[in-house]
């Protein structure tokens, strides 16, 4: 039997070293970000009616301000993608987040339409490299077969925030004001800028992230050097476009964003409305959806992944919890027969439930978007999903204001759900990595 003497070389090791978890820690910074983005987006849904009131606008013009966020959102997707492939995931991110808060805080001191409307647009160009980092994130973290549950963590930020946070932010609006609610969310995201730079790095830069993890997420030949950038040109937005995984995923995540924007903008005032609650019950109400939806997102991430193991199939696994979502969501329409609150509530939970589940639409951008080209392909599916943010809040308002009531505002919102259904089941084809020529 060998022995070891001092001085000779040292003895194996008899404990086995086990794989870190730092993806976990990126996972969250992500699941936070995403909270604030959401909240800085949509807390002007809980100030409106304060808002509107001080500054003297209509219903139709609320639906402008809201639309208007989306329309620099959605213009700056590309090039937004374009930064992001050219600067990576830590400054553009850090920059984003910085820009946003500061248009936040200044929604508070804003004077009237102009100014508010500014705002908006402002919010919307810094906001929009935020979900085309994510998944390029989830991308280089996470392997396949986590980046469903990866995607759905962080995503669970969009509704746990406003769940979480809507009695805090009534709170600070009925006791402050509502200048005062957008300056304290304003503040929140500038000094999480700090955290982001402290803690986010890439595999191949990050001290806490030992081999066995590097090997585990797909890094380990990697883990040396960062992956080389691809030089942006219009042909590779153009062939990203004709592919069909890509105008399949986009038509349905605007389909399942169509569900979204509504519970982001007009939900509150439909509540307070067409179904005359007081405010106080609208802002109890109004937070069981969002868990609804919280839920779904959780869910939609865990069953894929599930599925993946047990089938093997990426197609199965991707789009059978999507098309079921999309369906669940189209139910929405049902609450114009529903003759009380609690039965209208509940139908909007199943809605927003399912459009949770389409949430896992980014992880198709994660296991779809060309090597290199990652930023820019969710660009562009986040530029097709968003167009949604943009179309949603105008046609909602100019039925409201044409109709006086939201009938045909939720047949719309539940036709476009069944859109997304036809694009999952005709259109997006097989969910494999797109090739792409340097």
């Given at each position: 039997?060998?022995?070891?003497?001092?001085?000779?070389?040292a003895?194996?090791?008899?404990?086995?070293?086990?794989?870190s978890?730092?993806?976990?820690v990126?996972?969250?910074l992500?699941?936070?970000?995403?909270?604030?983005n959401?909240?800085?987006?949509?807390v002007?849904?809980?100030?409106?009616?304060?808002l509107?009131a001080?500054?003297?606008?209509?219903?139709a013009?609320?639906?402008?301000?809201?639309?208007?966020?989306?329309?620099?959102?959605?213009?700056?997707?590309i090039?937004?993608?374009?930064?992001?492939d050219?600067?990576?995931?830590?400054?553009?991110?850090?920059?984003?987040?910085?820009?946003?808060?500061?248009?936040?805080?200044?929604?508070?001191?804003?004077?009237?339409?102009?100014t508010?409307?500014?705002?908006r647009?402002?919010?919307?160009?810094s906001?929009a490299?935020?979900?085309?980092?994510n998944?390029?994130?989830v991308?280089?973290?996470?392997?396949?077969?986590?980046?469903a549950?990866?995607?759905?963590?962080?995503?669970?930020?969009?509704?746990?925030g406003?769940?979480?946070?809507?009695?805090?932010?009534?709170?600070?609006?009925?006791?402050f004001?509502?200048?005062?609610?957008?300056?304290?969310?304003?503040v929140?995201?500038?000094?999480?800028?700090?955290?982001?730079?402290?803690y986010?790095?890439?595999?191949?830069?990050s001290?806490?992230?030992?081999?066995?993890?590097?090997e585990?997420?797909?890094?380990?030949?990697?883990?040396?050097?960062?992956?080389?950038?691809?030089?942006?040109s219009?042909?590779?937005?153009?062939?990203?476009?004709?592919?069909?995984?890509?105008?399949?995923?986009?038509?349905?995540q605007?389909?399942g964003n169509?569900?979204?924007?509504?519970f982001?903008?007009w939900f509150?005032?439909?509540?307070?409305t067409?179904?005359?609650?007081?405010?106080?019950?609208?802002?109890?109400?109004?937070?069981?959806?969002?868990l609804?939806a919280?839920?779904?997102?959780?869910?939609?991430?865990?069953?894929?992944?599930?599925i993946?193991?047990?089938?093997?199939?990426?197609?199965?696994?991707r789009?059978?919890?999507?098309?079921?979502?999309?369906?669940?969501?189209?139910?929405?329409?049902?609450?114009n027969?529903?003759?009380?609150?609690?039965?209208?509530?509940?139908?909007?939970?199943?809605?927003?439930?399912?459009?949770?589940?389409?949430?896992l639409?980014?992880?198709?951008?994660?296991?779809m978007?060309?090597?290199?080209?990652?930023?820019?392909?969710?660009?562009?599916?986040?530029f097709?999903?968003?167009?949604?943010?943009?179309?949603?809040?105008l046609?909602?308002?100019?039925i409201?204001?044409?109709t006086?009531n939201?009938?045909?505002?939720?047949?719309?919102?539940?036709?476009?759900?069944?859109?997304?259904?036809?694009?999952?089941?005709?259109?997006?084809?097989?969910?494999k990595?797109?090739?792409?020529?340097d």
């Open positions: 039997m060998a022995s070891y003497e001092q001085g000779d070389i003895a194996p090791k008899t404990a086995v070293e086990k794989r978890r730092t993806r976990m990126i996972l969250t992500l699941a936070i970000g995403t909270m604030i959401y909240l800085d987006r949509t002007l849904g809980i100030a409106a009616p304060q509107s001080d500054l003297g606008i209509g219903a013009t609320m639906g402008i301000v809201f639309s208007a966020f989306a329309w620099t959102y959605a213009a700056m997707q090039p937004g993608g374009i930064f992001l050219r600067f990576g995931n830590k400054i553009t991110y850090a920059l984003a987040l910085f820009f946003w808060s500061a248009f936040t805080l200044f929604h508070g001191l804003t004077m009237g339409l102009k508010l409307l500014l705002c647009l402002g919010l919307g160009i906001e490299p935020c979900f085309p980092v998944s390029r994130v991308g280089k973290w996470f392997p396949q077969h986590e980046r549950r990866a995607t759905a963590v962080y995503t669970v930020g969009e509704y746990v406003l769940a979480a946070f809507a009695p805090l932010l009534f709170f600070i609006m009925e006791t004001g509502w200048r005062a609610l957008f300056i304290s969310v304003g929140v995201g500038i000094l999480f800028v700090l955290v982001w730079w402290r986010y790095h890439e595999p191949h830069e001290k806490t992230a030992n081999q066995l993890e590097l585990y997420i797909g890094h380990d030949q990697q883990s040396a050097e960062p992956e080389p950038t691809m030089n942006f219009w042909a590779n937005v153009g062939k990203l476009v004709k592919c069909r995984q890509i105008l399949g995923a986009g038509i349905g605007f389909a169509t569900t979204l924007v509504f982001l903008t509150p005032t439909y509540l307070a067409e179904r005359h609650m007081p405010w106080l019950k609208v802002g109890f109400f109004a937070i069981l959806p969002f609804a919280a839920v779904g997102v959780m869910f939609g991430g865990w069953v894929s992944d599930q993946l193991k047990r089938t093997g199939s990426v197609n199965i696994a789009k059978l919890p999507i098309i079921s979502g999309l369906l669940m969501a189209s139910l929405i329409i049902s609450a027969w529903m003759p009380t609150d609690a039965l209208v509530i509940t139908v909007m939970s199943v809605a927003f439930f399912g459009q949770g589940m389409v949430g639409g980014w992880t198709l951008i994660s296991d978007a060309p090597k290199n080209l990652a930023g820019l392909t969710g660009g562009l599916f986040n097709c999903s968003n167009l949604a943010s943009i179309i949603t809040p046609i909602v308002g100019f409201v204001a044409a006086g939201f009938f045909y505002a939720l047949v719309y919102i539940g036709g476009a759900a069944l859109l997304g259904v036809f694009a999952y089941v005709f259109i997006l084809g097989d969910i990595r797109i090739e792409m020529e």
